[in-house]
């Protein structure tokens, strides 16, 4: 909404005015031209280039839930960027990553992050993971307008559920469909070699260490093959995205904790090239 400099200074009436507790409700009431869903594209001819996100894989372990992304984007056949972030806090005990179209999906993360927020605020407590999974869910079903026109967002949720003391991870579709995933989950273009290594190396009794290791191994093997997921870059000190979240809460991890983690595995693989397995133990 635009401001009234002529004012007395007041809030709008519609700030004042009892409503639904969803934000995305609130605009679509009062200035629904204000959603990325509701925006008109300009007619082009041709296809566009824009960058894109990739690779996001998450893994649960008996004490929460690891998400992790890589850092490259890309427009095309170019690296548009090296060290773009994909994985970001929704609240206090979830995360999102992003993969798609890389500007509007930070914009949509971020009308999330105020969505969950104004949800707490209007009622006073925390809205339910289920609940999250379901308002994101929403959220991407509003761009499928974009997404037929190329500008998808397909994002991965995961968080610890306090009501079932658990980690839970949610997949989505550029329709908004949803689904959770047991163990683990990749979406991306370099998804399908980071399920494989999921696959492959994941077990009900990993450790949280383990499980750090795990995400971080998916996202190798899928740089092995998938040129737009971009592998650490040791020389550039550029590492995956890695997030933890437990009953504790969320929590990022640092680049000395996220290098200690990568340098294992490198140093394991240049033993090992082909034994990825040894790397968990």
Not at 19 to 38: I, K, T, V, W
Not at 43 to 58: F, K
Not at 159 to 176: A, C, L, M, P
Request: aromatic share 6%; net charge negative; glycine share 10%.
């Amino acid at each position: 909404m635009e401001a009234n400099t002529r004012s007395t200074g007041r809030l709008p009436a519609a700030f004042l005015t009892p409503g639904s507790s969803s934000f995305m409700d609130f605009l679509s009431a009062h200035s629904p031209e204000l959603l990325p869903g509701n925006r008109v594209l300009p007619p082009v001819q041709g296809a566009i280039e824009i960058p894109h996100g990739t690779t996001i894989v998450a893994a649960s372990f008996p004490g929460g839930v690891v998400l992790a992304g890589d850092r490259r984007a890309t427009m095309g056949n170019v690296i548009a960027q090296r060290d773009i972030e994909k994985v970001f806090p929704a609240d206090e005990y979830s995360a999102v990553g992003i993969a798609g179209t890389a500007g509007l999906a930070v914009e949509m993360v971020k009308l999330f992050q105020l969505e969950l927020e104004h949800f707490e605020k209007v009622e006073g407590v925390q809205l339910s993971l289920e609940g999250k999974a379901n308002r994101l869910s929403t959220m991407i079903r509003s761009n499928l307008g974009m997404a037929m026109q190329g500008l998808a967002v397909v994002p991965l949720f995961a968080g610890w559920d306090v009501d079932r003391q658990k980690g839970r991870i949610f997949s989505y579709d550029v329709t908004g469909g949803r689904s959770e995933e047991h163990g683990f989950a990749a979406t991306g273009s370099g998804s399908v070699f980071a399920r494989g290594s999921l696959k492959k190396l994941f077990r009900e009794d990993l450790t949280e260490g383990q499980t750090l290791t795990l995400v971080v191994q998916a996202l190798y093997d899928a740089a092995d093959d998938d040129s737009a997921t971009g592998g650490p870059d040791l020389a550039r000190r550029i590492y995956p995205i890695v997030t933890v979240i437990t009953d504790e809460g969320f929590r990022k991890l640092t680049e000395a904790e996220c290098s200690e983690v990568v340098r294992a595995i490198h140093d394991r693989r240049l033993q090992e090239p082909d034994g990825p397995r040894a790397a968990l133990l």
